[in-house]
């Protein structure tokens, strides 16, 4: 596992060239000399408090992103790890797969509605749209009180800001792919 200087200096080293920032222009932004900056890029120095603020002020980032420690850039998510939402009876199994709990503005769910289950959801925030994918089974939605009918191999996108609802119509188990968007 990095140290915390080594976390630092790859989360500046990031931030800069994100920022399309030379170490020169970082250093007139911060008034951290271009020497000690290519110190710390290195994970060569041992910045302070003060400096770690000059230089988070002068890419204007908050200073968490300096300590920030660095994610995967993968994640595998296993359908059988996830404890799901239940709705009609536990007819209606909801997986979170990707929640917006990073600020994404979007969240992928994972569904299983069993024979003539049957969901109605409360409106989300204004603007929100929900796009799904119907892999299996049949579902009926009612959206802004219009009736569509989504076959396996079908997908649909409308505004989710109103109650809109869920029931499966086929003679077995639908299985379908929701992304909620948040503006």
Known sequence: MDTMNLIVAKNIKRLREENKLSMEELSKLSGVSK?????????????TLSTL????????????ALTVWPKNPYEI???ADIQPLLEDGGKVKNYSIFPDDENRRFAVYYLELEKGSYWESEPHLKGTT??????????????????FVIAAGESIRFKADTVHSYRNISRETAVLHMILYNP
């Open 77 to 79: 998510v296993k359908t």
């Open 53 to 64: 603020w000059k230089l988070s002020n002068g890419m204007k980032v908050p200073f968490d």
């Open 35 to 47: 020497s000690m900056l290519a110190q710390i890029e290195r994970g060569e120095g041992n910045p």
């Open 130 to 147: 929900e796009f799904i994918t119907v892999f299996s089974g049949t579902i009926e939605i009612y959206a802004d009180e219009q009736r």
